[in-house]
């Protein structure tokens, strides 16, 4: 059995129509992938706009106010704040402070600086506030000393209400948890 062949004109026939409809073809697939990938990129019609970033926030500055102030210790003040802000938050200053030798109260704060307060000469250097009393002081009391926070202020409340008190103020670090650190600092104005 013989198998039918093409007329010989069907072979050119073949090669000038081909090409033309290869190129169709391939310029139908690329309209139809690029409408495809466009749908899939844009953002839906009712979304919201991304808010544009917002710079960070300007962390604070760690700054040492001692000498004649109320709270001496440290304090964490806003970038820009001037030395008379770190004097004021350290409660003041008292009475036995040196107003010729002030700080310059207008300096701008630098990270770590330390704002002392001179005492006038021939004082004592404390200030007249009488330490605490551990047993006895209440829980706002000792949330103004110094290194006390006021949830560290309710524990020592707690504290004394169950076990009948402090024989030494170190026990603030091994019997209720204060950070040594702290504890360095309300040592100063703290009794038993």
Request: hydrophobic letters at 50%.
């Amino acid at each position: 059995m013989a198998w039918p062949r093409p007329a010989p004109a069907w072979g050119r026939l073949l090669l000038i129509a081909l090409p033309p409809l290869v190129a169709v073809a391939a310029l139908a697939a690329a309209l139809l992938f690029g409408l495809a990938s466009a749908g899939a990129a844009a953002p839906p019609p009712n979304a919201a706009p991304e808010p544009p970033l917002a710079a960070p926030a300007t962390p604070g500055l760690l700054v040492h106010v001692s000498g004649a102030v109320v709270h001496p210790g440290l304090y964490r003040m806003t970038r820009g704040e001037r030395v008379y802000a770190a004097i004021a938050a350290a409660g003041g200053i008292t009475a036995d402070a040196d107003p010729d030798r002030m700080p310059d109260l207008a300096g701008v704060l630098r990270d770590g600086q330390q704002v002392k307060v001179p005492v006038l000469k021939g004082s004592s250097g404390r200030s007249a506030t009488a330490k605490v009393d551990l047993n006895s002081a209440t829980e706002e009391q000792l949330a103004a000393v110094p290194g006390f926070t006021p949830e560290l202020a309710a524990e020592v409340v707690r504290y004394r209400a169950n076990f009948g008190g402090f024989q030494k103020t170190s026990e603030l670090v091994t019997a209720v948890g204060m950070d040594a650190a702290a504890f360095a600092i309300a040592k100063k104005y703290v009794r038993v």
